[in-house]
């Protein structure tokens, strides 16, 4: 991608998308190097991305501009047109900042490059959920949770940021404050298909450990008590997630793996008919 940055300067997207790359594969000086240019750049990716859905694909597709989007409609060959805000991606690249100079040992840099982003972008609500992030890998819960306030008193009703703090609690194993962010994000936004998938992946958590014990079990009177006692946590379990794992399906129909996981819980409960009916659909 950086060498397709190199050719045209002016799209400086292939420049953010290098220093990713860069930073999937490990090579974080690399990755370092880029996102120096990204800052001196003031690089945001703010955009407005213009799509519409395919009558030959079913699916949506993005177009470079509103009248190219416009005239493809207009032409017959798509179909409900819409339009969404991409937000700035400074946040994220100085995450991944702070992230790769507390991988070095760092830390000290780290933070500073944070608090240097933050008094630049005091109001950029991307930056303040990166110094979270930071603070709490960094096992600081006081100033963990003095961002956190501090981003919610300023947009108590933004669904993609309340969203973004479950992420976050989530990746650090704070399950009981993920869902807590998770379920309120739905609250403000009931068709937040993101927040549905991953409740139902942290009530999913324990189903691991359980099966291990399972596996563990013999053929004693004990044991297969012991057994009914794991199945009986696994369907509590799975009948808690199911309707928002069912949701996330409805949002989402063409997601193969939310598929394949309704279909795996409906096998467990014997929902035979609904298994069924989802099988069928998935073979069209």
């Not at 120096?36 to 079913?58: F, M, Q």
């Not at 194993?173 to 993101?194: M, R, V």
């Not at 004693?220 to 799975?238: I, P």
Request: charged letters at 35%.
């Amino acid at each position: 991608m950086y060498s397709v940055y190199l050719m045209d300067k002016t799209n400086v997207d292939n420049l953010y998308y290098a220093a990713s790359y860069s930073v999937n594969g490990g090579d974080y000086e690399t990755a370092m190097k880029y996102y120096d240019v990204l800052k001196k750049l003031n690089y945001t990716g703010e955009k407005t991305v213009y799509s519409a859905k395919s009558k030959i694909s079913e699916k949506y597709e993005n177009f470079n501009s509103k009248d190219e989007r416009d005239k493809a409609v207009k032409l017959g060959s798509h179909f409900l047109p819409k339009q969404e805000q991409e937000p700035s991606k400074k946040g994220e690249i100085y995450k991944n900042i702070a992230l790769i100079l507390v991988q070095q040992g760092k830390e000290k840099e780290a933070f500073a490059a944070v608090e240097e982003a933050r008094r630049e972008n005091p109001d950029d609500i991307g930056i303040m959920v990166s110094q979270a992030d930071l603070f709490m890998k960094m096992k600081d819960d006081e100033n963990y949770k003095k961002v956190v306030n501090e981003i919610l008193a300023k947009e108590p009703n933004n669904a993609s940021l309340i969203y973004n703090l479950g992420v976050v609690a989530m990746d650090a194993n704070k399950d009981a404050e993920a869902e807590e962010h998770f379920k309120k994000a739905i609250s403000i936004k009931p068709d937040y298909a993101d927040a549905y998938i991953n409740l139902t992946a942290l009530r999913l958590k324990p189903d691991k450990a359980i099966v291990e014990k399972m596996n563990k079990l013999g053929t004693s009177a004990a044991d297969n008590k012991k057994y009914d006692e794991y199945k009986a946590q696994r369907e509590k379990m799975f009948r808690a997630l199911l309707p928002d794992l069912e949701k996330a399906h409805q949002l989402l129909p063409e997601n193969e793996v939310i598929a394949e996981n309704l279909m795996s819980v409906y096998g467990f409960l014997e929902m035979s008919d609904k298994r069924k009916a989802l099988k069928e659909k998935m073979k069209k």
